[in-house]
């Protein structure tokens, strides 16, 4: 994997600050959702050989949920995206059972530069 | 061809011409009764065990690279049944006693080495932890022994008993448990298989699984469709990846794992020690050199390679229970491709196609599986019922909340 990730608030960061929380696909199922569609959020992944869009959070810089585009067969990191600009690009919501809440992000908050 | 003392010293004296191949090379026949994909450790067992103990040998194991080359050539090969749960202890106490009597079984030389695995407990909590653990160990009908400072101290006196952080206050020892050679295993299981009639196809890659109304009828291969009646599936990390070929998805994560060996010491450490205050062991090959591992990378992959942060972090392990290998230079290190499961524990089970058969989560404890692992797919490719061994170990534990969480970390893969 790269030495340097490109976080969108800190620059060029040393690997190590970031910590990797694992497979960004997965959608918290809302409350009521059916039985299956937990199971399959909690236990099932798709596992992918190739570029996968994963969690990152930047814990020894600015904190923030990160959706980094890397390859699980090469470890090539492609791209670095905010969490939540993230999800906002998905098109989907961002408050309540969205993407954002297995992230940890919330929008309009911490995007100070620092 | 039995090998014996009495071939070497024939061979000896007839300039070792008379050596024959440990097994075939054939071709793939157009159908098989049974076939196995991944021709690894726990791939071969099953073969052989299927012809040993079922008399099934209308089998093929469909290996894309050469035998053994995937984990079961990258392991610390660590061989122990020290487990908690009912789940899995009696499942590894019968793989402890298949390894004891492996070598005679497989007339090959594993050099099983029964030298002892001792995991170090650093504080009351997980003295405790490790008594009930032993307990558990004992009432499975295998030997454990919980060990006080002092009897760790003559055993392995040059930890670092007085570490201000992490003393070690004293260890489980499981005398039975130790180390075999792990690529002897593979090799041993091909050729016992191979004998019995199974064919053996290296460079032969599954591309997909041909199926027709809830069955499947064989596997694309790159040398072409196979057809079978029944297919068992034993890819380990990449396990995922074939059984997306059938349509499913697995409560499976797969994650790099790095494993080490330095340069070739005097006899040193005679066990296989593990510390508590970190993911982290040790023992020694018979070459010499200190093999060494921690733990996972912590993120997907399927590169057979890992990272610097990992390896300085398993070095800082090393250091802190040995502080004497301080300076000792590591001459390689390597990764392997783990098949995490979400409670990190295996899967031998049917799954929702009528024959095909799934054995894969065996996460980074593979190896020592491997006697009752092909034992159990064995009979469950055999009798499509699942040995009273493995009965626990099913795909559908998950969905039924019955999950075997020796941790207890939940369904986070890279947590066990």
């Given amino acids: 994997m790269a030495s340097l990730i ?22 918290r199922p809302r409350p009521d959702a059916p039985f299956d569609a937990w199971d399959a959020y909690v236990h099932l992944r798709d596992n992918v050989r190739g570029v996968m869009h994963e969690h990152w959070q930047h814990v020894g810089g600015c904190r923030r949920w990160l959706v980094v585009e890397r390859d699980t067969f090469t470890h090539a990191v492609h791209a670095v995206t905010d969490a939540a600009d993230f999800t906002r690009a998905q098109g989907a919501p961002t408050g309540g059972g969205g993407a954002s809440a297995a992230s940890g992000t919330r929008t309009g908050k911490g995007r100070a530069k620092r | 061809m039995k090998y014996s003392a009495f071939s070497i010293f024939r061979e000896g004296l007839s300039g070792n011409r008379g050596w024959k191949p440990a097994w075939r090379e054939p071709d793939p026949k157009a159908h098989y009764d049974v076939i196995i994909v991944g021709g690894g450790g726990h791939g071969l067992a099953t073969a052989y065990y299927l012809a040993k103990n079922h008399g099934i040998t209308n089998v093929a194991v469909l290996e894309k690279g050469y035998l053994g080359s995937g984990n079961v050539g990258r392991n610390t090969t660590i061989v122990r049944a020290n487990y908690l749960l009912e789940g899995n202890e009696p499942f590894y106490a ?13 007339n090959f030389n594993a050099m099983m080495s029964q030298r002892g695995v001792i995991n170090l407990y650093h504080s009351d909590g997980q003295r405790d932890a490790f008594a009930r653990r032993g307990n558990a160990m004992r009432l499975a009908g295998e030997d454990a022994e919980l060990l006080d400072r002092e009897q760790v101290r003559a055993l392995v006196p040059f930890l670092d008993f007085d570490n201000a952080r992490f003393p070690v206050q004293g260890g489980l020892m499981q005398r039975r448990g130790g180390t075999a050679r792990h690529d002897g295993v593979a090799w041993g299981y091909a050729r016992g298989a191979d004998s019995r009639g199974v064919d053996l196809i290296q460079n032969c890659e599954v591309t997909g699984i041909r199926r027709e109304g809830g ?45 080490f060996v330095s340069e070739g010491l005097k006899p040193f450490i005679d066990q296989v020690v593990t510390f508590g ?13 200190l093999v060494f591992g921690g733990s996972l990378d912590m993120y997907n992959s399927y590169a057979q390679r890992g990272n610097l942060a990992t390896v300085e972090s398993v070095m800082e392990a090393a250091c802190a ?6 300076r000792v230079k590591v001459l390689r290190a390597w990764g392997g491709v783990m098949d995490m499961s979400m409670d990190g524990s295996p899967i031998i089970d049917r799954t929702p196609l009528d024959n095909l058969y799934l054995n894969c989560g065996w996460c980074y404890g593979g190896f020592k599986a491997t006697p009752a692992s092909g034992w159990c797919f064995a009979h469950l490719l ?32 890279n947590l066990h």
């Fill in chain 2, 321 to 326: 229970m040995v502080p004497s290998i301080s």
């Fill in chain 2, 215 to 259: 069955r499947v009828t064989g596997v694309e291969t790159t040398r072409g469709f196979i057809g079978c009646n029944r297919l068992g599936l034993a890819a380990a990390g990449n396990s995922g990846q074939v059984a997306e070929m059938a349509g499913m998805r697995l409560p499976i994560e797969s994650q790099v794992l790095q494993a």
């Fill in chain 2, 94 to 106: 019968h793989s402890l006693r298949l390894w004891e009597g492996l070598e005679q079984e497989l």
């Fill in chain 2, 382 to 413: 055999a009798t499509g019922e699942s040995h009273e061994l493995a009965c626990a170990l099913r795909l559908d534990r998950f969905t039924r909340g019955y999950q075997i969480d020796e941790t207890g970390h939940g369904a986070q893969a």
């Fill in chain 1, 6 to 27: 490109p976080c969108p608030h800190c620059g060029l960061r040393p690997k190590e600050e970031f910590s990797i929380r694992g497979d960004a696909a997965p959608v």
């Fill in chain 2, 277 to 289: 205050a970190a993911l982290f062991y040790l023992s020694q090959s018979d070459k010499g050199g």
